[in-house]
């Protein structure tokens, strides 16, 4: 139905067997796939197991446009399903549609109808708009054998993909923010600091703040570089290496953000939701308290902060999905909707997202 050289089908133990790939300090098993429709080119992530699904919505949700919860018609949601939508949900995935898969094995019209009305209260209750969720009745397995009728419902579920999820408002217009991820000199022409711009666009000669961890500096952009090319500007959504003015190698450090001035300030109080990962997903083995110190890994690194539980909580469980009030002890420029982990050590327990910023 999409003739193209992206379009490949690939063996689901490419996928489950998929190569570990490291982000943020996590390791993580991922795949990537490619596909086209007439309309638009995908980049899919896939993880083959919870954990790893978990893992990367923690580290690289940020830039989902969308996702397709699957769910087997022959189970209905399930309790990891509830798990998966409060994380899109937590981690800023903006839309989600659902793929009914193994809906061959049903016979009953009447049961794919509630697991269909299920999934839609799932969504709903979660903050999506579930009423107006594409449901698709999938079977992966009759589409991949040739079936006709089950082939043809993938390509209905990517058209219904093309018309509900939105083309992404690639953060071009909003004011320019590029989390540090490096820094080093080059001799005769000054530090430059690497990462990838989040959003807004930045011309040379443009004035910035290094904001977060130290107190917020001025200085000015007077070198972009992105593909090895020297350009005039940087964008949402590349790599590049910005030459600072006046700026010494030992003044910026990772974890700072490169931004326009008076966008975002720097906090130390916040507070937020977080999921903590059971034991199973290689979390924490016993319950935490208030006054717990773990680190909070904003963008780029990790910074330690104080946990105050809520009142009447008095202890969270691994597995449990819990608010939060949370003291830095180091400045980390933040805004509402701003995504964190929870580590111990280097290891993921908890991934959360800041609800309010206090001071």
């Given at each position: 139905k999409y003739p193209s050289a992206v379009n490949v089908v690939r063996d689901f133990s490419s996928i489950d067997s998929a190569p570990e790939e490291r982000q943020r300090g996590i390791t993580i098993n991922i795949s990537h796939v490619e596909y086209e429709t007439p309309k638009r080119h995908y980049a899919h992530v896939d993880a083959p197991g919870h954990a790893d699904y978990i893992k990367n919505m923690i580290t690289g949700a940020a830039q989902m446009d969308g996702a397709i919860l699957v769910v087997a018609a022959t189970d209905g949601p399930m309790a990891q399903t509830r798990e998966h939508v409060l994380l899109a949900k937590q981690v800023g995935v903006p839309y989600l549609m659902v793929a009914l898969n193994k809906s061959?094995?049903?016979d009953d019209e009447e049961i794919l109808e509630l697991v269909e009305v299920e999934v839609r209260e799932l969504l709903s209750s979660q903050g999506f708009d579930g009423d107006n969720a594409p449901?698709?009745?999938v079977s992966g397995l009759k589409a991949l054998e040739g079936d006709p009728k089950w082939t043809e419902s993938i390509v209905e579920l990517m058209e219904a993909a093309d018309n509900s999820i939105p083309d992404p408002v690639r953060d071009k217009d909003k004011p320019f923010l590029m989390p540090i991820e490096d820094v080093f000199t080059i001799t005769g022409r000054g530090t430059v600091v690497t990462g990838r711009a989040e959003?807004?666009?930045l011309g040379i000669n443009s004035e910035v703040e290094i904001v977060g961890i130290r107190p917020t500096q001025k200085t000015t952009v007077t070198g972009i570089e992105m593909f090895h090319k020297q350009l005039d500007e940087a964008w949402a959504g590349e790599n590049c290496g910005l030459l600072l003015r006046g700026t010494k190698r030992e003044d910026?450090?990772?974890g700072q953000v490169v931004v326009k001035p008076g966008s975002i300030t720097p906090h130390t109080e916040f507070d937020g939701t977080a999921y903590i990962l059971s034991k199973e997903e290689g979390g924490r083995h016993?319950?935490?308290f208030t006054n717990y110190r773990p680190q909070f890994y904003f963008r780029t690194t990790d910074v330690t902060g104080v946990i105050e539980l809520p009142a009447g909580t008095e202890m969270v469980m691994p597995g449990?999905?819990?608010?939060?009030?949370?003291?830095?002890i180091q400045p980390i420029a933040m805004e509402e909707g701003l995504g964190f982990a929870i580590r111990e050590g280097g290891r993921t327990v908890g991934a959360g997202t800041?609800?309010?910023v206090k001071k």
């Open positions: 061959d094995m049903v449901v698709i009745r959003r807004g666009t910026v450090e990772r016993n319950p935490f449990d999905t819990t608010d939060m009030a949370v003291t830095l800041v609800t309010k």
